[in-house]
């Protein structure tokens, strides 16, 4: 059986002359959480974007659940969900109708729609907040909402950008506990962050970028002790 459900080879984006990513390649085993950890300008969002079909595939090869990105970008998209790192809620519609409306761009029937907000709602702790507007929702629970909406489809990959960025540390952490039981329901979680505790807490597997280019990977253990501390620590410079 196939362990890999993301393949990237050489793969690099401009953005005019600057060069964003750095012909870079990994893979996602199937079922993991893969985490991109580097800071601000790292070049995380582009290839999260260029992964997710928001941006054009320019130079390299990616494969995402069987699907070439470049000639098969509809099932690509077919086959994946995305928590995008800025809030995308309409502020004028309860929780339960952006999960609706968001079930019927995908074709979902009322009966699935219906069946997957109930079950998302309860996944993320929202099912008594059904009716109510978005806009009076917290940010923590905004965040929820918008993975339920990413998973609305049953992906097989789930991309998430930093998905906790500017919470506090107690909803992080429940928010982090959401992520933990999404990737037992055998959903692939592919996650950018630039929070170093973020990535080790979830990660079974980490890629430090920056610049565009992935500097070392592996497993959270494993650069603790090529690193030599309980730690990781993440050193940028503007040379």
Same mark, same amino acid.
């Given at each position: 059986?196939?362990?890999?459900?993301?393949?990237?080879?050489?793969?690099?984006?401009?953005?005019?002359?600057?060069?964003?990513?750095?012909?870079?390649?990994?893979?996602?085993?199937?079922?993991?959480?893969?985490?991109?950890?580097?800071?601000?300008?790292?070049?995380?969002?582009?290839?999260?974007?260029?992964?997710?079909?928001?941006?054009?595939?320019?130079?390299?090869?990616?494969?995402?659940?069987?699907?070439?990105?470049?000639?098969?970008?509809?099932?690509?998209?077919?086959?994946?969900?995305?928590?995008?790192?800025?809030?995308?809620?309409?502020?004028?519609?309860?929780?339960?109708?952006?999960?609706?409306?968001?079930?019927?761009?995908?074709?979902?029937?009322?009966?699935?729609?219906?069946? %997957?907000?109930?079950?998302?709602?309860?996944?993320?702790?929202?099912?008594?907040?059904?009716?109510?507007?978005? %806009?009076?929702?917290?940010?923590?629970?905004?965040? %929820?909402? /918008?993975?339920?909406?990413?998973?609305?489809?049953?992906?097989?990959?789930?991309?998430?950008?930093?998905?906790?960025?500017?919470?506090?540390?107690?909803?992080?952490?429940?928010?982090?506990?959401?992520?933990?039981?999404?990737?037992?329901?055998?959903?692939?979680?592919?996650?950018?962050?630039?929070?170093?505790?973020?990535?080790?807490?979830?990660?079974?597997?980490?890629?430090?970028?920056?610049?565009?280019?992935?500097?070392?990977?592996?497993?959270?253990? /494993?650069?603790?002790?090529?690193?030599?501390?309980?730690?990781?620590?993440?050193?940028?410079?503007?040379?």
């Amino acid at each position: 059986m196939e362990d890999n459900i993301i393949y990237v080879n050489s793969l690099e984006y401009f953005f005019g002359e600057v060069k964003a990513v750095d012909n870079i390649n990994f893979t996602v085993r199937k079922g993991e959480i893969f985490s991109f950890l580097g800071p601000n300008g790292a070049g995380k969002s582009t290839v999260i974007n260029v992964l997710t079909t928001l941006l054009p595939i320019k130079k390299g090869s990616v494969s995402i659940a069987g699907y070439d990105l470049k000639t098969e970008p509809e099932k690509v998209r077919e086959s994946i969900g995305i928590v995008f790192q800025e809030l995308t809620l309409g502020r004028n519609m309860t929780v339960r109708e952006i999960l609706e409306y968001h079930g019927k761009l995908y074709s979902m029937s009322k009966n699935a729609r219906h069946a %997957r907000v109930d079950e998302l709602l309860d996944l993320v702790k929202l099912d008594g907040k059904r009716d109510t507007l978005t %806009r009076h929702l917290s940010d923590g629970m905004k965040r %929820r909402l /918008e993975i339920a909406k990413g998973l609305m489809t049953h992906p097989k990959v789930l991309f998430m950008d930093e998905p906790t960025l500017g919470l506090e540390i107690q909803t992080r952490i429940r928010i982090w506990d959401y992520i933990k039981d999404i990737n037992q329901q055998d959903t692939t979680i592919f996650l950018t962050t630039h929070y170093m505790d973020e990535a080790d807490q979830l990660s079974d597997r980490i890629s430090i970028i920056d610049h565009g280019k992935i500097i070392v990977a592996g497993k959270p253990w /494993e650069l603790k002790n090529v690193l030599g501390e309980d730690l990781i620590y993440l050193e940028t410079s503007d040379n």
